[in-house]
């Protein structure tokens, strides 16, 4: 692949961009400035520099990222900043999207992908893909509370009650949800109608997809292939 197409596939700019940066010698492979924007490069393993900041190529970004709370996931948020603004600019300008979306309260693991059929493919609700909270009650949990979780509870608007996969209490104001749809505010609806309330919410796992402990809040990494397995055989 040229040069130029490198750059405008990882989200550098229009192609008209991306050729001035490679003619300014902004750009170098293996160490070396390359000023042509027609240079053939292999892609296989391939890191290039801009500025002199690496950046490994990608056919297609697959990243995770530890949501601080008190941001939105969409690109054009309302009342928040968006969980762009914690992502380089290039992610945005290649396509990539939120995979599903945490309430702008909520923290821990976010899915993000310029991979159009793995965005819906996690996002359809005929996947059921099981999903691990944390929520932090405002009551006690109790018995009748994680039963009630268990055995389904009838959420405004929808026909049928929703069950949660797992309901397990880790302290007396701490419960452990899964659930395997993405449905709006479900987590808090769901603990609402179980008669409690959520003060704050962390998304553990997707999948078998766990949050890594040494990912710190307001960070994010590419997914590898043995995270993409374990993604999919959770
Ligand atoms: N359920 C919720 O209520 N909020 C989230 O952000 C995710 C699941």
Same mark, same amino acid.
């Given at each position: ?128 893909? #099981? ?5 932090? +009650?405002?009551?006690? *949990? /109790?018995? &009748?509370? !994680?039963? @009630? =979780? $268990?055995? %389904? ?58 949050? #890594? ?5 307001? +960070?994010?990494?590419? *997914? /590898?292939? &043995?995270? !993409?397995? @374990? =993604? $999919?055989? %959770?």
């Amino acid at each position: 692949m040229n040069l130029e197409s490198v750059l405008f596939s990882q989200g550098f700019g229009s192609r008209r961009q991306c050729r001035a940066l490679i003619a300014d010698g902004r750009v170098s492979v293996g160490g070396a400035t390359l000023a042509d924007p027609d240079a053939d490069v292999d892609t296989n393993a391939l890191t290039f520099e801009v500025d002199g900041t690496a950046w490994p190529y990608h056919e297609r970004a697959y990243i995770l990222l530890n949501k601080p709370a008190g941001y939105e996931c969409s690109r054009d948020p309302q009342h928040h900043l968006s969980v762009f603004n914690l992502l380089p600019a290039q992610f945005a300008a290649r396509g990539v999207q939120c995979v599903g979306r945490l309430d702008q309260d909520t923290t821990g693991l976010l899915l993000l992908s310029d991979d159009g059929q793995f965005v819906h493919a996690y996002t359809s609700p005929k996947r059921k893909v #099981p999903k691990v909270y944390l929520a932090t +009650t405002r009551h006690p *949990l /109790d018995d &009748a509370q !994680l039963a @009630a =979780l $268990r055995e %389904g509870v009838l959420l405004h608007g929808e026909a049928k009650p929703i069950a949660a996969v797992a309901a397990h209490a880790r302290g007396e104001h701490a419960l452990e949800l899964t659930v395997l749809e993405g449905k709006y505010h479900q987590v808090k609806r769901m603990v609402a109608a179980a008669g409690n309330r959520v003060e704050a919410l962390h998304r553990e796992r997707v999948g078998g997809l766990a949050l #890594p402990e040494t990912l710190a809040e307001g +960070t994010w990494q590419w *997914l /590898d292939e &043995a995270d !993409l397995g @374990a =993604l $999919r055989n %959770g």
